[in-house]
Nanobody, 124 residues
Framework: QVQLVESGGGLVQAGDSLRLSCAAS????????LGWFRQAPGKEREFVAV????????YYADSVKGRFTISRDFAKNTGYLQMNSLKPEDTAVYYC?????????????????WGQGTQVTVSS
């Protein structure tokens, strides 16, 4: 079982940038896909981005494509979500999660371990 801790959230203005981090521990292998999801008040959790276990395949939600970049540092066992040109509609709690399969999925049900989330608030 892997433990995940997100950090880097905060309150910013529209157009600003933030970088979220996801530190993984409790697992020696890095053979897992790493995903980011978000959940706004009153809405369902939605997919944001995923990077595969080789850091080759990356998928993004259409709403963040071109603005967000997902990456991972194997040496630090940490994943990142660089968020640029933030919009008020990006306001949500952001969660990182891991999927131990080789196939890259984008459904929340594909991911077996989740962090506690970090709040991102974008003011207009």
């Amino acid at each position: 079982q892997v433990q995940l801790v997100e950090s880097g959230g905060g309150l910013v203005q529209a157009g600003d940038s933030l970088r979220l981090s996801c530190a993984a521990s409790g697992r020696t292998s890095s053979h897992y896909n790493l995903g980011w999801f978000r959940q706004a008040p009153g809405k369902e959790r939605e997919f944001v981005a995923v990077i595969d276990w080789r850091a080759i395949i990356k998928y993004y939600a259409d709403s963040v494509k071109g603005r967000f970049t997902i990456s991972r540092d194997f040496a630090k066992n940490t994943g990142y979500l660089q968020m640029n040109s933030l919009k008020p509609e990006d306001t949500a709690v952001y969660y990182c999660a891991v999927d131990p399969r080789l196939r890259v999925g984008t459904r929340a049900a594909d991911f077996t371990s989740w962090g506690q989330g970090t709040q991102v608030t974008v003011s207009s």
